[in-house]
C-alpha cells in the first residue's frame, strides 16, 4: 500500500494538464516481473488501477474505490469522511472503556500502541533526504533518496525530473482535485491532514517521479523493486474515468459491521 501510495503521489505531483497520459508499473524480484499498477490521467481526471483490477477514480474532488467483482464503488467524500469520524469515535469511546478494565501493565502496553486511546497523538512524520547518488533505470537516469517514516528508514526512491517525462503537464489539474478532495476529507478527520501533509512536502521536495521504490527491511534494502516501465502520452477514453453502468454505492465498512 505504501508503495502505491508513492507513485500515486508521484504521478499528481506534475505540473498542469492537457494531453492523456498512460503509466505502467511493475513488481521485480528476483529476475521475474509482474504488473503492479496501471494509471491513466486525462483532463484532471485520473484512474489507477492495481495488479488485481481494483480501481481508485480520482473525479470531482471526491475519490472514488471501485469493486468489479460485486459491481458496487465507494465514494470517499466530505459526507462520507463525516460518518466515518462518527462511527470511529464511537469505538474509540468502546475501546476506552475496554481499556480501562484492563490490569496496569495491560493497559500501559496498549496505550503505547495506541496513543489515541489515552487522549495522545502519534504524529506521522515523512522525511525526503536526498543521498547524493545517481543511477538508471531502464536507461532514465534518476537520482536516488531515502525516505523516512517516523523515523525510520521505510523506502528507496529513484526519481526523474518531471521535465524529463513526455506529458508531464497532464498531471496539475488531478493533483488539484485530488488535493481538494483530501481537503474535505481532513474537516471531517483531523488526523488525515498531518499525515498527508507530510507525505505531500516529501513528495515536493523530491520534486519529480519514482522511477523505482525498493523497501527497506530492518535498516537494509529488500530485494524487491517496483518500476517504471511505461510511460507514454496517449488519448485515453473518456470511460476510464466514469463509474461504470449499474454500479451500486456502497458505505464505507469501519470492521464494526
Not at 25 to 53: H, P, S, T
Not at 111 to 139: C, F, I, N, W, Y
Not at 217 to 242: C, D, H, N, Y
Amino acid at each position: 500500500m505504501k508503495r502505491t501510495l508513492i507513485v500515486v503521489l508521484g504521478a499528481l505531483g506534475a505540473q498542469a494538464a492537457v494531453a492523456g497520459v498512460y503509466v505502467e508499473m511493475v513488481d521485480r524480484e528476483a529476475g521475474a516481473e509482474k504488473l503492479a499498477q496501471k494509471i491513466y490521467v486525462q483532463n484532471g481526471l485520473g484512474r489507477f488501477v492495481d495488479a488485481d483490477g481494483r480501481a481508485t477514480l480520482i473525479k470531482n474532488n471526491t475519490m472514488y474505490i471501485i469493486d468489479d467483482k460485486d459491481r458496487s464503488y465507494v465514494a470517499f467524500d466530505k459526507a462520507t469522511m463525516e460518518q466515518l469520524a462518527k462511527k470511529i469515535s464511537v469505538q474509540m469511546e468502546k475501546a476506552k472503556e475496554q481499556l480501562a478494565k484492563l490490569p496496569p501493565e495491560q493497559r500501559a502496553q496498549m496505550e503505547q500502541m495506541m496513543p489515541g486511546l489515552s487522549g495522545g497523538e502519534r504524529k506521522h512524520t515523512v522525511e525526503a533526504l536526498d543521498t547524493g547518488k545517481s543511477d538508471k533505470v531502464d536507461g532514465r537516469p534518476c537520482r536516488v533518496w531515502d525516505i523516512k517514516r517516523n523515523g525510520e528508514l521505510d523506502d528507496q526512491i529513484c526519481v526523474v525530473p518531471y521535465s524529463s517525462l513526455p506529458g508531464k503537464e497532464n498531471f496539475q489539474a488531478v493533483f488539484a482535485n485530488f488535493a481538494r478532495a483530501f481537503e474535505e476529507m481532513a474537516k471531517a478527520v483531523p488526523m488525515l491532514a498531518g499525515m498527508m501533509s507530510n507525505e505531500f512536502d516529501a513528495q515536493s521536495k523530491v520534486n519529480g517521479f519514482a522511477v523505482r521504490t525498493v523497501g527497506y527491511e530492518e535498516g537494509k534494502l529488500g530485494t524487491a523493486q517496483q518500476v517504471m516501465r511505461v510511460w507514454r502520452e496517449e488519448p485515453i477514453a473518456s470511460s476510464m474515468f466514469e463509474i461504470p453502468a449499474g454500479y451500486k454505492q456502497k458505505q464505507m465498512s469501519t470492521g464494526d459491521e
